[in-house]
């Protein structure tokens, strides 16, 4: 299956992050039993990554990479996409699809054109 993005409210459509962007975003984990695993509201500020430098799951890789600024998405990566056969224990069970979706409480942040090297992606 690879990953999959679906839109629940639609980005710009124009600005989309390169490889090598470092990306902001906000997300709930959940399993596909509904089971929450991680959130970045919980800890309060959005989680920060290098995109396509092989720093988080091959999902948000190309996930991320396919979303606009201000989209917000969930996206359903499968097991070759997440955490494989070695699962994330002892929170995430070998061979899990995972679902990363947006906080109903999220608000939309807003972010400087002249801010090229830093994206804000929410999902």
């Avoid at 959005?46 to 092989?54: D, E, I, M, N, S």
Wanted: proline fraction near 6%; include cysteine.
């Amino acid at each position: 299956m690879g990953v999959d993005v679906e839109t629940i409210r639609p980005g710009d459509g124009r600005t989309f992050p390169k490889k090598g962007s470092t990306v902001a975003v906000h997300y709930v984990g959940t399993l596909t039993n509904g089971k929450k695993f991680d959130s970045s509201r919980d800890r309060g500020e959005p989680f920060t990554f290098k995109l396509g430098a092989g720093e988080v799951i091959r999902g948000w890789d190309e996930g991320v990479a396919q979303m606009s600024v201000g989209q917000l998405a969930k996206l359903t990566c499968s097991p070759d996409y997440a955490y494989g056969s070695r699962g994330y224990p002892p929170i995430i069970p070998a061979n899990s699809t995972l679902i990363f979706e947006r906080d109903d409480c999220m608000q939309s942040h807003t972010i400087s054109r002249a801010d090229t090297k830093r994206l804000a992606i929410l999902f």
